[in-house]
T-cell receptor
Framework: DAGVIQSPRHEVTEMGQEVTLRCKPI?????LFWYRQTMMRGLELLIY????????DSGMPEDRFSAKMPNASFSTLKIQPSEPRDSAVYFC?????????????FGEGSWLTVV | SQQGEEDPQALSIQEGENATMNCSYK?????LQWYRQNSGRGLVHLIL?????REKHSGRLRVTLDTSKKSSSLLITASRAADTASYFC?????????????FGKGITLSVRP
């Protein structure tokens, strides 16, 4: 099993630019999560999907952030326009069955730096 | 809002010693999970304990859950240098019709060879 695959692994971009992070969940998993990790705030749940449908996006910081899941094997997290305070590690994760009641498998993260 | 709070924030021990890490939480939970994160990597699931369980073992790991005190502990026995990592507790709290897995800020464990 390839695990959760995220791209890019590292991105450095200038303030104001659009950033798109990509995720391929584990095949067969029906839940997909986007988390953000910073030193100050730790791990924050941004949004999660069940069967490609967004269930809870209350963690999305503001309208600059958007996430989509057009099919069961692909999701994107977009930041437009990006700001320096968006610098963080963004993790995609997936699970099967009861969402948070089962093991969640994390990708290796996308390390974003906005200058 | 922070649900799980780990204690201590950092722990340094000698190889072979046991490491005990604690987690406290605020609201009712369905389950509590522990994850490990090596530097620069993603989180890896270690163990899940449900709210109706009190203790669970997995290899050198032992997890306890006390729902009356809203606390959990993770014990790593006979630690190894390779156990050096950050450890997170995560609580599955039900919010309305949905649930949410909320992570603490983590404990940095250093195991000296």
């Amino acid at each position: 099993d390839a695990g959760v695959i995220q791209s890019p692994r590292h991105e450095v971009t200038e303030m104001g630019q659009e950033v798109t992070l990509r995720c391929k969940p584990i095949s067969g998993h029906d839940y997909l999560f986007w988390y953000r990790q910073t030193m100050m705030r730790g791990l924050e749940l941004l949004i999660y999907f069940n069967n490609n449908v967004p269930i809870d996006d209350s963690g999305m910081p503001e309208d600059r952030f958007s996430a989509k899941m057009p099919n069961a094997s692909f999701s994107t997290l977009k930041i437009q326009p990006s700001e320096p305070r968006d610098s963080a590690v963004y993790f995609c994760a997936s699970s099967y069955g009861t969402g948070f009641g089962n093991t969640i498998y994390f990708g290796e993260g996308s390390w974003l730096t906005v200058v | 809002s922070q649900q799980g709070e780990e204690d201590p924030q950092a722990l340094s021990i000698q190889e072979g010693e046991n490491a005990t890490m604690n987690c406290s939480y605020k609201t009712s939970i369905n389950n509590l999970q522990w994850y490990r994160q090596n530097s620069g990597r993603g989180l890896v699931h270690l163990i899940l304990i449900r709210s109706n369980e009190r203790e669970k073992h997995s290899g050198r790991l032992r997890v306890t859950l006390d729902t009356s005190k809203k606390s959990s502990s993770l014990l790593i026995t006979a630690s190894r240098a390779a156990d050096t990592a950050s450890y997170f507790c995560a609580t599955d709290e039900r919010t309305g019709a949905n649930s949410k897995l909320t992570f603490g800020k983590g404990i940095t464990l250093s195991v000296r060879p």
